[in-house]
């Protein structure tokens, strides 16, 4: 269900060739996802593969303009020092057109939803389980030093990939905010569990209680909202924490950056603009 969401963003946050090869397969990438998860039948998988084609055709129409809008506001963010309200709004921003991709996802994944059998579910929970192993083996094994070393070079190469290389003082900033984060990897795994759980509720709530497609399409949307939402849902206070650390994190450490870093960040921006402006046109 996420990668539906959210495929768009990380195809944007990664290289330019990445964005213009990945968008026009977004679609296939998504179904290919979700059928490693589900192992749809063939009646499920001739409803979903259209339903996803046209989420993209309307999107590629009316959300990239707005996303251009949103580099061409990051781009005149990125040359000066920032504030953190500046840093939260911008992913506000983000924030609400990855609801309105929501929104528009929502009744086609309801309609297969709807219809998971019981071996389904279970293939679900069984592909889970690898995951959440995988989870544990990168985050959760190790000492606290390490898994703050293995989180430190996830971070360098994230900002490196856009400001260019770090310096030393840099790379002391962002183990302080590492050792300051509001987010652990024991939070990270009890939140984990808790979505998937809830997500199986009401999954499996359909099989037993046969709502309607609106009362289905109600109970998903619930369960997004509580995965993302900072005022409401389980552990909408540590999310509501962690997004405003995050915002101060982000502006600190871009304040550090020298006048070649800026001018990178600046041309990186420029040429994801120049990509979707590309995409977007007829």
């Known amino acids: 269900m996420r990668i539906v969401l959210f495929s768009l963003l990380v ?9 213009k090869l990945g968008y026009n397969k977004v ?11 589900a192992d749809f039948s063939s009646a499920q998988s001739a409803k979903l593969q259209p339903a996803l084609e046209q989420l993209m055709r309307w999107h590629r129409e009316q959300e990239l303009p707005s996303y251009a809008a949103l580099l061409q506001q990051a ?22 057109r990855i609801d ?3 929104a528009k996802a929502l009744p086609a994944l309801t309609e297969v939803a709807l219809d998971m059998s019981p071996r389904q579910l279970a293939h679900i929970e069984r592909q889970w389980a690898k995951k959440n192993t995988t989870w544990q083996d990168d985050w959760l094994k190790g000492t606290p030093t390490q898994r703050e070393q293995k989180r430190l070079e996830a971070m360098v190469d994230r900002y490196e990939s856009f400001y260019g290389d770090l310096n030393p003082a840099q790379t002391k900033l962002l183990l302080q905010q590492i050792k300051q984060s509001a987010w652990t990897p024991e939070w990270g795994w009890q939140d984990r569990l808790q979505k998937q759980q809830q997500l199986m509720r009401v999954m499996r709530s359909f099989q037993t209680q046969t709502p309607t497609a609106d009362q289905a399409q109600e109970a998903l949307k619930t369960v997004y909202q509580n995965w993302t939402s900072t005022s409401t849902g389980a ?16 502006a600190q450490l871009h304040n550090t950056t020298t006048a070649a870093q800026r001018l990178k960040a600046v041309q990186r921006i420029k040429a994801y603009l120049s990509d979707v402006k590309d995409l977007a046109s007829p």
């Open 11 to 19: 195809f944007i946050l990664q290289g330019c060739s990445t964005l």
């Open 235 to 250: 552990g909408f206070e540590m999310r509501q924490r962690w997004m405003q650390q995050s915002c101060a994190h982000v």
């Open 75 to 96: 781009q005149g963010l990125a040359g000066d020092n920032i504030a953190p309200a500046q840093v939260c709004s911008t992913w506000d921003a983000v924030q609400t």
């Open 27 to 37: 679609d296939s990438l998504a179904y290919w996802w979700l059928d490693g998860y």
């Open 100 to 102: 309105v991709l929501a």
